[in-house]
């Protein structure tokens, strides 16, 4: 696109053409070049390095690699659900027979978009069987205005708004700000799809200026019922008033209303009409208008039925066919730090990434729901990339805990935190001592293994850098590969 | 301490509760459960009606600028009057983060509105624009011959008038202003404060304080037993640890 700038006069235009093109064979080629040493080196995978490189040598490498995506992108973003939406939504295409072209776990910065794509193109930036390619990005909330303009998607799915990092992010209400500022600057052919259980998210309909598709939760068996502490978009967008809830799902997600002025949750395009929650599996029915899809997912929790949901709409407003998101939702497979089971010493050993209350109260609520006593550690690390503020830890209902672990652990560089709310919290371990204290994470981690029965399942739930060492360890112990491969 | 009672008076608790102030609650609660004296909490939320003579301690926590506009108007028609009335009773008041910025006179905001505050503290809050720094990280502050441990993440830089103190001196972090090495304010029996975290939690002496504080009003002299306070200690002297690290790395 960029490429073609300045085509004023014929024979300028040309040769900046030509400089164009070396630019960017250059940038795909050193991006490449970058992506291969730093996996070999065992840099983290290289997930964000190879789109630094070609953005460095290549500003523009994102706008011109989109453009050989056939079948166009979708952007997926929001507080919680993100990648597990997105990994979800690639199942699909799969299963319609479609390639995708995405972003890594959690790396969803433009670097990591420009990675993606610099990885899906040949050397000379061409995009092999480009007619069936889809790019599905999951883009962090900040993120959202760049990307937007940067890979001009078909639809842009929005999961949810929760206080998340406020160091970073800042506060609920601006990045809710930068939300309607990008969804009012799309153009009327891109679709927006909508969670119409999130007051906060629901409203971004009032500004779009094309399609909307909203998706919610009919079935509200599984619900919390009344609103938690972490609740945040209690107030009505327009008016200002306390909204009140028929009925509630988690967080402030549910079927809301203002009694002020009136405005309600919308009736949404795709439900959920029917969940069951089990100790491994979700089962639910989702109506589109297309028709019913039943599907069984190797997920727990309320939250993944949301991002089965979430993925489904997406799916119905990119105009893929209902058999396609049946055969896609029921081929999914958990990723690492997504409730993927893994064997280690003799243990099942799950890892769920938690970063903010409402993630973290859903996590307590799926581990504790089948009564019996768990086994968990928990690591609290404070790096940028999990937010500096640990606050957030005082906004958790970590007194749902009580009485229900057999071992608790507590570890990362804020330890000693975790332990206090925890103590607040009466959390006592079996034998009623207090949670253990082990700010070393390997060290941690073995001796969490070894507190859980033999044949038990071990919880480790982790902010996101302590996800990063703690999946070295496992990936280790349990003799598999590094996470990124074939994921 | 039986027979005692501490009667707290929490401020807008579904408006203002952005940084874990619910951790202050708690660790009130519990220090005084532990000493055997009740505790009664009474969250007044817009509109409702503050009783000077109802009241040991009122806390506010912290809010975003949205939220923050609309507890300066219920402040100015409901609350303001009489919770000047309780400061000059010498009731405790704990006002964190945006909670204190509105005990001020005013706050600015980075769209430069003027949002009026109680004025129960002598100071001024603006907030330079949007394209300002934050101060966010973590904080360390020299109080009392011992150190205060939070979190600060605020816009507006606050200037403290004549009549009141600071409450204590930045050893890492921002405080106030980034300028003048001042801390949150004191003045009479109120405590103002950017430090969450949760606060209270990881600074037992501190919540003693403002526990003893409250209570010696109607019980002179009243003093709190020592309770087990291993945790609390290890998390303050870990915050410190990195708090004093990382700002020397910078």
Known sequence: MVCQRGRGKKEVGRRKYNTCVIRRTAAVAAAKAAAVLSRRLRFGGGTALPGLVAERIDPDIVPALVLGLGQGSVLVTGTNGKTTTARLLRSIARAAGLRAVANRAGSNMMRGIASALVEAAAWSGEMASAGKRLGIFEVDEATLPHAASSVRPRAVVFTNLFRDQLDRYGEVEHVAQVWRATVDELPSDVTVVLNADDPAVASLADVARGRVITYGMTDTSSGVGTLEHAADARWCVSCGSELSYEAVCYGHLGHWRCPQCGKSRPEPDVQCGRLDIGAAHLDLTLWLAQGHVTARLPLTGLYNAYNALTAAAAASALGLDRVAIERGLNAFTAAFGRQERMQVAGREVQVILAKNPAGLNQVIRTITANGSQTDLVLFLNDNIADGRDVSWIWDVDFELLAGKARSVTVSGARAWDMALRLKYAGIQADGGSSPHVEPEPARALRQALEATPAGGTLYVIPTYTAMLQVRDLLARWAGRGAFWEGE | ?250
């Open chain 2, 1 to 250: 301490m039986k027979g005692l009672t501490l009667r707290v008076a929490h401020l807008y608790p579904k408006l203002m509760n952005i940084y874990g102030d619910r951790g202050n609650i708690l660790c009130l609660q519990r220090r005084c459960r532990e000493r055997g004296i009740e505790f009664e909490v009474q969250g007044l939320e817009l509109g409702d009606k503050l009783n000077p003579t109802d009241c040991d301690l009122i806390f506010a926590g912290g809010a975003q600028d949205r939220e923050q506009r609309r507890v300066a108007v219920d402040l100015a028609k409901v609350k303001g009057k009489p919770l000047k009335e309780a400061v000059k009773r010498d009731v405790a008041v704990l006002a964190v983060c945006g909670g204190y910025q509105l005990m001020g006179r005013f706050y600015r905001t980075a769209e430069g509105e003027e949002l009026p505050g109680a004025g129960v503290l002598d100071l001024h809050t603006v907030h330079p624009g949007p394209h300002a720094q934050r101060f966010i990280g973590n904080v360390v502050v020299e109080w009392n011959g011992t150190t205060l441990v939070g979190f600060e993440n605020h816009g507006g830089r606050t200037h403290l008038g004549a009549g009141v103190e600071p409450l204590g001196r930045v050893v890492a972090g921002f405080g106030n202003n980034g300028e003048d090495g001042g801390e949150g304010a004191v003045y009479r029996n109120v405590f103002g404060t950017y430090l969450h975290g949760s606060l209270l939690p990881k600074n037992p002496r501190f919540a003693d304080h403002v526990i003893e504080t409250a209570l010696r009003r109607a019980h002179k002299d009243f003093r709190l037993n020592d309770i087990d306070d291993t945790i609390e200690n290890a998390a303050h002297a870990a915050a410190v640890r990195l708090a004093t690290r990382r700002s020397i790395i910078g």
